[in-house]
């Protein structure tokens, strides 16, 4: 699994993210990442991406974010 996705799941157990997130609250709850991996990382994996990434979160009507089980 990715380390980025180990850090935001830390984060939602922490309570540090909600279960439903922009990027810019990930960006604010795993610090230290490249400027660009919050804006990317999120859509290239989110499920039905079109390069068929491995998919580990949902991206949500409103265009925030959940973890995937």
């Known amino acids: ?7 935001i ?3 939602r157990a922490a309570g540090r993210l909600a279960d439903r997130f922009p990027p810019n609250d990930v960006r604010r709850a795993c610090p230290g990442w490249a400027d660009h991996t919050y804006g990317v990382f999120l859509p290239k994996h989110r ?5 068929g ?3 580990y ?3 949500n009507p409103d265009g925030t974010y959940s973890l995937l089980a």
């Open 47 to 51: 499920q039905g991406n079109p390069g």
């Open 1 to 7: 699994m990715s380390r980025f996705v180990d850090d």
């Open 57 to 59: 979160v949902l991206q």
């Open 9 to 11: 799941r830390r984060a």
């Open 53 to 55: 990434y491995t998919a």
